[in-house]
């Protein structure tokens, strides 16, 4: 049985059934054009047979998009009345039924995924959308690629490079799982309600192997909210805190091979990564809490 899109007018009746109004609270913008949702699926080479996670499916415009394909679907939604009727509208449109789980809960809360889907498709909140993407990459080491749709901004910091001003926190601790770039645009015209920013698709491929530790990740982590906490001062001040003293920042940043007169912006994952190794090699300069 072929399976149908979502078209606009049955969108808008279904929001209706539902009693369900796109709130700003939720970030729902639901995307109303088919070409828009395959463009989404396309960017993500979503191939027949893989098992793919979503979240925030919302009516399920992309969810039905990604199945056409012949993939399957595990779907996070947090709001229980669009959880509760996810499968009847994919039922209605061909799909069948063993080919689509639902979870209904936060996303931000989920530790388990059914099927250990290997890629990530999704129309973000734009509010929640750096949080969902880390918590996911952090806690699912099975996904292997993904393509996400957020708020412009969000897309340009996670795919920004070293030196660039709009690399901060969220690009370095994108960058810590794997290579992101951007991956299309979209209208702001194919939503609805149409929203008063733009949207961009962001794609990430996962680096092979595990880069570090659990307990290296997070002293990365923290040494990374704190240089940029502070970006405009040189690190051996931004790091004073975490260290101790602009002395043992320095000794450390020496040893890693980072100038301690450089700022949070200038430096790759692989320097902050540095930066954590050689904090609990030299006596003294362990990091603080």
Do not use: C
């Not at 994108?174 to 991956?183: F, R, V």
């Amino acid at each position: 049985m072929t399976i149908t899109l979502l078209g606009a007018t049955e969108i808008r009746r279904l929001a209706a059934e539902l009693d369900v109004t796109p709130t700003k609270k939720l970030g729902q913008n639901f995307v109303v054009d088919a070409n828009t949702v395959r463009k989404i699926v396309q960017a993500a080479r979503v191939q027949p047979g893989e098992r793919v996670v979503e979240v925030g499916p919302g009516l399920g415009s992309l969810t039905l998009a990604i199945l056409e394909t012949g993939a399957s679907v595990t779907a996070v939604e947090i709001d229980h009345r669009l959880a509760a009727r996810l499968a009847q509208t994919a039922a209605e449109h061909g799909v069948e039924p063993d080919r689509l789980m639902v979870v209904d809960a936060d996303a931000l809360r989920v530790t388990e995924l059914h099927g250990e889907p290997t890629v990530l498709v999704a129309n973000l909140p734009y509010n929640i959308s750096v949080p969902v993407l880390l918590h996911f990459l952090e806690n699912f080491a099975y996904l292997k690629r993904g393509v996400v749709m957020v708020q412009s901004e969000v897309a340009e910091r996670l795919a920004a490079k070293p030196g660039s001003k709009i690399y901060g926190t969220p690009s370095v601790k994108a960058a810590w799982y794997g290579e992101w770039k951007l991956s299309g645009t979209v209208s702001r015209q194919v939503f609805w309600p149409v929203p008063n920013v733009d949207s961009l698709l962001v794609g990430f491929d996962r680096s092979e192997g595990e880069r570090g530790s659990e307990e290296e990740r997070r002293r990365t982590f923290q040494i990374v909210d704190a240089a940029f906490n502070q970006r405009r001062k040189m690190l051996r001040q931004a790091l004073s805190g975490i260290f101790g003293s602009s002395g043992a920042a320095s000794d450390v940043l020496i040893a890693a091979g980072v100038a301690p007169t450089a700022r949070g912006e200038d430096l790759s994952v692989d320097d902050y990564q540095r930066i954590a190794q050689h904090a609990v090699s030299i006596t003294g300069a362990g990091i603080r809490d």
